[in-house]
């Protein structure tokens, strides 16, 4: 049963979802994710929260350490999916990459990175997330002019505007705002002098709220951030970023976690959507290369 969330507007309708992503920078889709599977994914987020890894490979969870407060402290996973088979399912859920790759007009879609977002309840100021885009963080990883990328951010609890819900300015990734800010900055009204916003800009901020199991698209350049939850629940995600089959990865850029190198490894990346059409080209040009290469 879909919640009624005050501010949630999904769009069905391809082309008119479409054409909001291309001017406003986001659009919300429909709640695709049902109620089983939900409780299926909050079942797993909680086993890799307590460090159960169902795969005995670990997650990457560089924001937490013992000690951290979680009544507090936003807590962020990297890589989630790699510890656990229900959540790599959630990565890969096929609803979900259908409406995303009609939208994008993609006919591949790679999820190269992905987090696992707990923000407690009780209003605490160290769970916002300061206004930033993401290609500020990816955009190395990938060859100059190839980085086609967007986050898939899916709500796995009832978000609402309490709840510290990811802010969108809308039509800021037409702004060229450069480096993009970044996860730490202050969210203090001062954004037009630190991120050198147009003077002829609106600073536009369209909180991200929704029901449990739907979700939203965002444009790579498009800045966005989120204030405390202070409301009586945590707010639960993830954040699936994902690249269509124009990106060309460049290993050898994060010295930590080389992002781009992992991208040839199936269970780290999964593709989560391939067009049949470019899967039988492709494997058509591979044929020919081996072709060449032996002759």
């Known amino acids: 049963m879909i919640q009624n969330i005050r501010g949630y507007s999904p769009i069905v309708e391809i082309p008119s979802a479409r054409t909001q992503y291309l001017s406003e920078g986001f659009v919300q889709g429909p709640k695709l994710v049902s109620d089983s599977d939900?409780?299926?994914?909050?079942?797993?987020?909680?086993?890799?929260?307590?460090?159960?890894?169902?795969?005995?490979?670990?997650?990457?969870?560089?924001?937490w350490e013992?000690?951290?407060?979680?009544?507090?402290?936003?807590?962020?996973?990297d890589q989630p999916h790699v510890s656990d088979r229900t959540l790599h399912d959630a990565v890969c859920h096929s609803?979900?990459?259908?409406?995303?790759?009609?939208?994008?007009?993609?006919?591949?879609?790679?999820?190269?990175?992905?987090?696992?977002?707990?923000?407690?309840?009780?209003?605490?100021?160290s769970a916002q997330i300061g206004w930033h885009h993401d290609f500020?963080?990816?955009?190395?990883?990938?060859?100059?002019?190839?980085?086609?990328?967007?986050?898939?951010?899916?709500?796995?609890?009832d978000v609402h505007r309490d709840s510290g819900p990811m802010c969108?300015?809308?039509?800021?990734?037409?702004?060229?705002?450069?480096?993009?800010?970044?996860?730490?900055?202050e969210i203090d009204g001062k954004e037009h002098e630190r991120y050198n916003v147009p003077e002829d800009a609106k600073w536009d901020e369209v909180p991200d709220v929704m029901p449990a199991g739907a979700f939203s698209l965002h444009h790579q350049f498009l800045f966005h951030g989120s204030r405390p939850n202070t409301s009586d629940s945590a707010r639960r995600s993830l954040a699936i970023h994902v690249c269509t089959q124009r990106a060309v990865p460049k290993p050898g850029v994060h010295a930590e976690y080389d992002y781009a190198a992992k991208m040839s490894d199936p269970w780290e990346c999964p593709t989560i959507y391939c067009d049949d059409s470019f899967d039988r080209v492709n494997a058509i040009n591979r044929v020919s290369d081996n072709s060449i290469s032996n002759s």
């Open 95 to 125: 609803g979900i990459a259908q409406w995303t790759a009609n939208i994008i007009g993609a006919k591949k879609l790679r999820a190269f990175a992905v987090q696992l977002l707990h923000k407690p309840p009780g209003g605490d100021p």
């Open 136 to 157: 500020r963080y990816w955009g190395p990883w990938f060859e100059p002019d190839t980085c086609e990328a967007f986050t898939i951010w899916v709500a796995l609890s």
């Open 38 to 63: 939900l409780q299926r994914y909050n079942a797993a987020f909680d086993a890799v929260m307590q460090g159960e890894w169902e795969t005995g490979k670990p997650p990457r969870d560089e924001w």
């Open 66 to 77: 013992i000690g951290d407060d979680a009544a507090k402290k936003l807590r962020k996973i």
């Open 168 to 185: 969108f300015v809308r039509g800021s990734h037409q702004w060229e705002l450069g480096v993009g800010g970044d996860f730490s900055d």
